[in-house]
């Protein structure tokens, strides 16, 4: 992980998930496995943003299964909720009260240089308020737990940026003399692995060569053998640096079996159709637990629900005792008069 500074004692982890698409092989390698080994690491707080979704204005039906099926696919991953709190971000609705409230904290001008806003703007659409008012709910979301550490991608910089200015703001305002909010910082978590998609390019929904990491067997197979690969005769050696297929077997291959497909490639005689047929076999391996947990949790409706309640709990004892604090910096505390 590219992050200068390790993590403190007293550092909280706290990053929002959005309940979009199918996640695969890109999310998981670029992002959700460093999620879930940071859990180890100090007190996560993860969050699926529906509030922020709404930004989009998808179909109810829509928001409502992508925010269970993400939740499914988060703990059949292996987020321990014993050791990361995993919960819904409208199970906290407090959120949205602290976002008022930043929104004092910040310059409308920080707003309308934002890159989201800015691009939907410059692409002719009239995004909405909800769009523009985005990093400052976000913001609200990393400090109502009093987040210091923001893993996220690179194109969340600005985000995190803006979440800093409001809590810095916040402090000279509120807190002068002992500083509420720490500052976040972004723990970037872009090219930590950058996964070759389909064609070769980065994977990426946006560029429609992605492999879904609880694909059906069949599409996976499909999906596989048809990534391009170099028009080198059966007997040559082929070049592993090269290859997508090969590119794609170093993510999910331990070690030793990576180094001998390596002597495979280098010798000759192996060919990409075989190369393939390993990949298939070692995704299959490295997402088999998931994939069962997975299945488990669909079955089993009531205990994803169940998880996801007590790690809102969690989460909103910590919002609650914020906003307590909050109400009473900012004077929302009238009965105190
Ligand atoms: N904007 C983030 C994304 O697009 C999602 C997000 C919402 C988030 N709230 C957050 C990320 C708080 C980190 C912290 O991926």
Redesign the pocket.
């Known amino acids: 992980m590219s992050d200068p500074q390790p993590l403190k004692s007293t550092d909280i982890i706290?990053?929002?998930?959005?309940p979009t698409g199918i996640l695969h092989y890109g999310n998981y390698f670029g992002a959700i496995r460093q999620y879930i080994e940071l859990q180890d690491a100090g007190e996560a707080f993860y969050?699926i943003?529906d509030y922020?979704a709404l930004t989009m204005t998808p179909p109810p039906a829509e928001l409502r299964a992508n925010t269970f099926r993400i939740a499914v696919d988060f703990l059949a991953l292996g987020l321990d909720p014993d050791k990361a709190s995993l919960f819904v971000?409208s199970d906290v609705p407090e959120v949205t009260e602290l976002a008022w409230i930043f929104s004092n904290c910040l310059a409308a001008g920080d707003l309308e240089r934002g890159v989201s806003y800015k691009d939907a703007k410059q692409r002719g659409q009239t995004p909405n308020a909800g769009l523009l008012n985005?990093p400052i709910?976000?913001?609200a979301?990393?400090l109502i737990y009093r987040?210091s550490v923001?893993?996220?991608?690179k194109?969340?910089s600005q985000?995190?940026e803006i979440?800093t200015r409001i809590a810095n703001r916040f402090n000279h305002r509120y807190s002068a003399d002992e500083p509420y909010f720490v500052p976040p910082r972004g723990w970037i978590l872009e090219d930590v692995a950058v996964v070759p998609g389909l064609d070769g390019q980065k994977m990426s929904k946006s560029y429609d060569n992605t492999i879904a990491i609880f694909e059906e067997p069949e599409v996976l197979r499909k999906k596989v053998m048809s990534i391009p690969t170099a028009s080198t005769p059966l007997a040559e050696p082929m070049d592993p640096d090269n290859d997508h297929v090969f590119g794609l077997i170093s993510l999910v291959g331990d070690d030793e079996t990576v180094a001998s497909i390596r002597e495979s490639y280098l010798k000759g005689g192996f060919g990409f159709k075989r190369a393939k047929e390993t990949l298939i076999e070692l995704l299959e391996g490295y997402f088999g637990e998931a994939r069962e947990r997975r299945k488990e949790l669909m079955a089993n409706p009531e205990v994803v629900r169940d998880v996801m309640a007590a790690g809102a709990e969690k989460a909103r004892a910590r919002a609650t005792e914020t906003m307590r604090d909050v109400r009473e910096l900012v004077g929302l505390d009238w009965r105190n008069a």
């Open positions: 706290s990053s929002g998930v959005k969050f943003v922020h971000q985005y709910l976000q913001a979301d990393i987040g923001v893993p996220v991608g194109d969340q985000n995190i979440a």
